[in-house]
């Protein structure tokens, strides 16, 4: 079945940019996703990208898709101090509505 | 427009006990799924339901059950409740058209195990 797989921390300065990376197994995923989980709260879907693109933009993010390594980024420009919280990388597993969750990467910025 | 409402949103029961918690979707969205969220296993699918129609179930023991109305509320229920069901339960609704399985998840029901 579908394994999805993502560093757990990162740390960046206010201002800088930063890149979350994923990694997942099923290569027949349609579409791929970033879901964010601020402390206390269900998880907000951010962004997604269908298999057949390589790259989406939107406003401060970008979602980069490398199919032949099944590789998922996400990048988020001018990292602010609100954008602390968990980055859950996602692919559906079996069913519509079935999505196999990274184990979440904590982004944490400092001023 | 209101967004996914779970209730409660904790509680605290002791081992051997059930519990049920409910989960009302956004209005129009007909397909409620349910994820369980613990720091050890992380986010693991529990269950899809579709016009009242379980249509997707995860790898979780049949205590673990649930329901959806026909005005596509939800509810799940654990029964003879274990240490290790402590756990943040997600809802998510979706709209259920197209294929981009885009989920809108409430803030959940945190259930401690005593």
């Known amino acids: 079945g579908e394994d999805v797989e993502q560093s757990l921390f990162l740390s960046v300065r206010e201002g800088d940019s930063s890149v979350i990376n994923c990694t997942y197994t099923?290569?027949?995923?349609?579409?791929l996703y970033w879901y964010k989980q601020e402390p206390g709260a269900g998880l907000q879907l951010l962004t997604y990208?269908?298999?057949?693109?390589d790259m989406k933009q939107d406003q401060r993010l970008t979602v980069l898709l490398n199919k032949k390594d099944k590789h998922l980024s996400l990048r988020i420009a001018d990292t602010q101090t609100g954008d602390s919280a968990i980055y859950f990388c996602?692919?559906?597993?079996?069913?519509?509505?079935?999505?196999?969750f990274g184990a979440g990467t904590r982004l944490a910025v400092h001023p | 427009k209101a967004g996914v409402t779970q209730t409660p949103r904790y509680l605290i029961k002791t081992r051997g006990q059930q519990v049920t918690l409910s989960c009302s979707p956004i209005s129009g969205h007909r397909s409620v799924s349910w994820y369980q969220q613990t720091p050890g296993q992380g986010l693991q699918f529990l269950f899809e339901y579709f016009s009242e129609t379980q249509r997707n179930k995860g790898n979780f023991p049949g205590r673990f059950s649930g329901r959806q109305f026909s005005n596509s509320r939800s509810e799940m229920n654990v029964s003879t409740l274990e240490l290790g069901d402590s756990a943040l339960y997600l809802c998510a609704s979706s709209l259920q058209t197209g294929n981009t399985g885009e989920l809108f998840f409430g803030e959940g029901s945190r259930l401690t195990v005593l």
């Open positions: 996602a692919a559906p597993s079996g069913g519509y509505n079935k999505l196999i």
């Open positions: 990208i269908f298999s057949n693109m």
């Open positions: 099923d290569s027949s995923s349609t579409y």
